[in-house]
């Protein structure tokens, strides 16, 4: 073997497996931020027992137990991302820029239902693939039903 040879490909060997190394590590990183679940929403109101009396009734949402008078989380009845409410300070303004999307199979029966319990919804689109309509709760924050993935 030639003087140098086997130190250049042990440098560049050295190289690539770095390279390697950062792009598994990225990898590794990307992997798991995918597997991060979303597992509550906190939404910033000022009364809390009417917007938590809203997620109950329309959306079968039960409230999990808290010490915290300023604090009240909502358990979703499908094991999936809870609500959590938050009390407002008196700057804060009600209804951010967010919308809760709830899936539900069939939009017009669901509507229907609710509609018959207060609950007042905008027009149904249809996309020709999905149905959805939107609302707002007590508070302001915007909420949407969806047959997206569903129907």
Not at 47 to 55: E, G, M, T
Request: glycine share 8%; net charge positive; proline share 5%.
């Amino acid at each position: 073997m030639a003087p140098g040879v086997g130190e250049t490909m042990t440098s560049q060997t050295q190289d690539h497996c770095a390279r390697h190394r950062r792009t598994t590590d990225s990898q590794t990183e990307e992997t798991r931020a995918v597997k991060l679940p979303i597992v509550r929403v906190i939404l910033y109101v000022r009364d809390l027992p009417k917007v938590a009396n809203f997620y109950q009734k329309h959306f079968g949402m039960k409230p999990l137990p808290s010490e915290d008078a300023g604090w009240l989380e909502l358990e979703s009845n499908s094991g999936d991302c809870n609500i959590a409410l938050h009390r407002a300070a008196s700057s804060q303004k009600s209804g951010a820029a967010i919308k809760i999307v709830f899936g539900v199979s069939n939009v017009r029966q669901f509507m229907k239902e609710r509609e018959a319990e207060g609950l007042k919804f905008g027009p149904i689109h249809d996309t020709g693939t999905f149905e959805f309509a939107n609302a707002k709760d007590p508070a302001g924050n915007s909420i949407q039903i969806s047959s997206r993935g569903l129907a």
